[in-house]
Nanobody, 118 residues
């Protein structure tokens, strides 16, 4: 059983920064892809950053240049550094892990709220 625990959300002013963390626990030998999604009220959940086990990263244009994803494979942890935050970044942020030990399954964190407001 894989569990994901997120931390780092909160309230920040426009232009500020936050760092989200997500630690995966369980009998883990390998993780294919780790990523972050977000869901704002009334909107669909969207991918905002992902990183493969080889270190390849992807971002949508809406966050490119402002958000940086990284991972620590020794700790089975993924991070999301968010800079130059905007009010439209306000959402619930969810950690996602795909394919633990080559099981080709998706795992989700419980979500952490990020509010960007003055």
């Amino acid at each position: 059983q894989v569990q994901l625990v997120e931390s780092g959300g909160g309230l920040v002013q426009p232009g500020g920064s936050l760092r989200l963390s997500c630690a995966a626990s369980g009998s883990i030998l390998s993780i294919d892809r780790m990523g972050w999604y977000r869901q704002a009220p009334g909107k669909q959940r969207e991918l905002i950053a992902a990183i493969t086990d080889g270190g390849i990263t992807i971002y949508p244009d809406s966050v490119k240049g402002r958000f940086t994803i990284s991972r620590d494979n020794a700790k089975n942890t993924v991070y999301l550094q968010m800079n130059s935050l905007k009010p439209e970044d306000t959402a619930d942020y969810y950690c996602n892990v795909y394919s633990v030990n080559s099981d080709y399954l998706d795992y989700w964190g419980q979500g952490t709220q990020v509010t960007v407001s003055s």
